[in-house]
């Protein structure tokens, strides 16, 4: 895979919190860095600035919402996106979140699903504008040019065939759970049955493999796709 790992910097100070939140991210994939506190996270920033910021509101020595108002007031970092986690489920509160430069605001007690998902949004958003080519054995995926090209012959994938293979080319090995593949391919407001999954995936098989090349794509009985 030819795109970096995302860089999610982890700012929570309860340590229970924190442990669920570093399991998940990188169960998804994300290089985590953690801070238990604003002035901390200050610091870490400058030495390596990060993808995503995960950041409690409520912390010791420099606030969650200091904290974002400084990232977004600085030249170098107001680009970074910043999620914010907050007890204070108050619509001012919210808005103050918001109108600070939070990107996304999520209130305690949450889905960490739901939270991974946002993260995922966070960056697709960001990384829309910079994003390289991916690769996977003879397959190459441009996404700004939304070409695929397999042993140099150019393959026409409808739109949702395309975004499927870019979800498998970004985890190559990893295995997908239908569901999975419905939040990332079709987003989380789409509600459909988990069948449209395997429908696109047999489409996309016929399209990879129509020069003779062998399916690059794995089922995992009871448990869904992987690439490779």
Known sequence: MSIMQAQ?????????????L????????????????????????????????????MMPKVSGIEVCRQLKTRDDTRHIPVIMLSARSEEVDT????ETGADDYVTKPYSVNELMARARTQLRRTRSGSVVALSFQDI??????????????????GPVEF??????MERPGRVFSREQLLDLVWGRDIFLDTR?????????????????????????????????
């Open 8 to 20: 999610v910097l982890l700012v929570e100070d309860e340590p229970a919190q924190r442990e669920v």
């Open 22 to 57: 570093i399991y998940n991210l990188e169960a998804e994939g994300f290089a985590v860095r953690c801070a238990e506190n604003g002035e901390d996270a200050m610091l870490m920033v400058s030495e390596a600035l990060p993808d995503l910021v995960i950041l409690d509101w």
């Open 95 to 98: 808005v103050r979140g918001l």
């Open 140 to 157: 190459t995926l441009d996404p700004e040019s939304h070409r695929v090209i397999r042993d140099d012959q150019d393959l026409k994938l």
């Open 163 to 168: 975004r499927l293979l870019t979800r498998l």
């Open 196 to 228: 449209t999954v395997d429908v696109h995936v047999a489409r996309l098989r016929k399209t990879l493999t129509q020069q003779g090349g062998s399916d690059p794509i794995r089922t995992v009985r009871g448990a869904g796709y992987a690439l490779g």
